[in-house]
């Protein structure tokens, strides 16, 4: 296979990219959005294409930074995988993945993350990567809480739900269906004051500045157009005390952001906000699994039962010096971990607060 690298995300056949409404994380769309709303100054999109006889049959997407190469995530990435030809086998995907090791050979370490574990992409990845003469090394990126609906409408759900969450469930939205109004945006239409409520209500919020403040009124932007947006806005008299926004694709709904006044936390607008929009989603949108996105934020456990880890992979080249110092370092830190003892995984927050705290 041949390999060229383009910065240009036009360049690239459409039947390389899968449509937003199956896969959104992949998809075209997403990564316009990153590159015209998320990337430091400083650091381009490269996009590493494998073709056979002039057709191409791979798609990796880089960014280049001045620390080094990277795959073209974002802190808003949720999941990342290589672009492999839908009717690629496994052998022209490894094929594929060699010809990127061959691009990345000219780096000390290429660091690729946000990776589903266990998937066949990821085999192939590996596979190629070694077979161009780098040392693989795998890593933990971050904990991804989710639930599969089965079926299940919104009562059956918050049935599986911790007693407590429930209850305050109960007496929380009781209060709140007397004092507050909810609106939900999909379209285009009132999108522009959507924004506005949830930007205003991100600044009363607990939460720092965004490290890209154009990026979730762009995406936003993007996904309402085509149905996939699902922003979600609570209001009391005073104005809008707490947001959501999701994303609706392949039947799973994903929560991107959310945030709540707090100013107006004795009714618990997280709380509310998010029984309200999961009710919805399952109801409106027959979503058969929920997303919370990335990390560990104790709240997830609460309305999430499952736990699955997103990785990453150094692809390290031990002829260059910031390669072997890269994988000394490493291994240097896993040996550490090792001897301080394995720490258990997350398991059920504390039912003392069902608040969303972060996302």
Known sequence: MEVFATPDLAALPEAMFPEAAADFFSSRLWYATVIAAALPVGVAPCFVAARRRGAVRAVFPLRLDPAGPASLTTPYTCLHAPLFATDADQEERAAAAAAFGGVCRRYPVVRLDALAAGTRDLAALAAGARAAGLIVRRFQHFGNWHEDLAERDFASYLACRPGPLRETIRRK?????????????????????????????????????????????????????????RLFILADASGPIAVQFWIVAGGTATVLKLAHDEAARALSPGTVLTARAIRSLIATDGVSGLDFGRGDDPYKSLW??????????????????????????????????SLRGKRPPPGRANLGSANPGSD
Do not use: C
């Open 304 to 337: 999430a039962s499952r736990r699955r880890q997103r990785i990453g992979l150094l692809l390290i080249n031990p002829r260059r010096p910031g390669g072997l110092v890269t994988l000394a370092r490493h291994i240097a830190g896993e040996v550490s971990r």
């Open 173 to 229: 939205l009781r209060r709140a269906d007397e004092r507050t109004q909810l609106t939900m945006i999909s379209t285009a239409d009132g999108l522009e004051a959507g924004i506005a409520a949830f930007e205003r209500v991100y600044a009363r919020s607990w939460k720092g500045p965004e490290p890209f403040p154009r990026f979730n009124a762009a995406l936003m932007r993007a996904a309402a157009p085509l149905g996939l947006l």
